[in-house]
């Protein structure tokens, strides 16, 4: 079964998988992140339409905002 890499677990991929499939799958519910799939930068707006590839290394980053 194919698979992608998100923050370095291996997780199974699925045909037509998106972004938010993506945070779903890894229950990632934070409101404020950065989504990058091999290196590129994917805009919050694209996460519903953004397809993520097969093999593909996808980052999660959480920003905190403090001071």
């Not at 994917?42 to 403090?66: C, E, R």
Request: charged share 15%; glycine share 8%.
């Amino acid at each position: 079964m194919p698979q992608i890499t998100v923050n370095g677990h291996q997780i199974p991929w699925q045909e037509g998988m998106t972004v938010r499939d993506v945070l779903t799958a890894m229950n990632y519910t934070f409101r404020m992140l950065v989504i990058k799939i091999d290196g590129q930068l994917v805009k919050k707006q694209d996460w519903d339409s953004t397809l993520v590839p097969a093999g593909s290394d996808v980052s999660v980053i959480h920003l905190i905002s403090g001071g």
